[in-house]
């Protein structure tokens, strides 16, 4: 498996992202949030996603930047659980809610459980 996060896989579309937060359900695991939409994208794209810091709870722009890189690498190294189990295509935006700034070892050990909260749900919604 590919660990890297190319462009491709970054979501960017305005409408997409919009249509995300109307249509999309969550996933919690405090303190990430998981929003996601099944979709269809031009290119063979399986998933794109996008990360949020809220300017609420950090106002300092670099500390903001920090989280969000700090997400987007524990993701992309924890892409193969999703990707290994993945059926369909998804729109996916991960929020980081905490107040406190987040170390490494508590976002990877989220973004599991987060990822493994969404292939359970995921398999239960296929079931159905």
Do not use: C, W
Request: cysteine-free; proline content about 4%; aromatic content about 10%.
């Amino acid at each position: 498996m590919d660990f890297s996060f190319p462009k491709n896989e970054k979501l960017k579309s305005k409408k997409l992202i919009e249509q995300l937060f109307i249509e999309g359900r969550s996933i919690n695991h405090f303190p990430l949030k998981l929003i996601y939409l099944k979709t269809v994208f031009d290119d063979n794209s399986i998933v794109k996603t996008g990360v949020i810091a809220p300017k609420k709870n950090f106002k300092k722009a670099s500390d903001r930047n920090h989280i969000k890189r700090l997400l987007r690498e524990v993701y992309r190294l924890n892409k193969p659980l999703l990707f290994n189990n993945i059926e369909g295509n998804f729109a996916f935006m991960i929020l980081y809610l905490g107040k406190d700034m987040p170390n490494y070892q508590l976002v990877e050990e989220k973004m599991k459980g987060l990822l493994t909260k969404f292939h359970e749900k995921n398999l239960h919604e296929k079931s159905l």
